[in-house]
Nanobody
């Protein structure tokens, strides 16, 4: 089994910054893509940013230039640096990872429990 634990959410004023972290643990052979999603009340979960094991990234148009995703493969951890935050960034942020638990086995998607980010004055 694999667990993803997020941290770093909270309340911040518009224009402020937050850094989210997500550490994967458990039975891990290799992690492929990792990503951050978010879900605001009454809306569907959406992709915020993703990063491959080689470091290639992609972002939702709404966060380009403000958010940066990175990862530390040695620590099985993914980060999301969020700058110039706006009220519309308010949501629960979820970490996602595509994980091979052993050699030769298929990979499975895992999700964190979510961390609340609130942008308000």
């Amino acid at each position: 089994q694999v667990q993803l634990v997020e941290s770093g959410g909270g309340l911040v004023q518009p224009g402020g910054s937050l850094r989210l972290s997500c550490a994967a643990s458990g039975r891990i052979f290799r992690i492929n893509d990792m990503g951050w999603y978010r879900q605001a009340p009454g809306r569907q979960r959406e992709l915020v940013a993703a990063i491959t094991s080689g470091g290639s990234t992609n972002y939702a148009d709404s966060v380009k230039g403000r958010f940066t995703i990175s990862r530390d493969n040695a620590k099985n951890t993914v980060y999301l640096q969020m700058n110039s935050l706006k009220p519309e960034d308010t949501a629960v942020y979820y970490c996602n990872a595509d994980v091979h638990s052993r050699v030769g086995a298929r990979s499975y998607d895992y999700w964190g429990q979510g961390t609340q980010v609130t942008v308000s004055s």
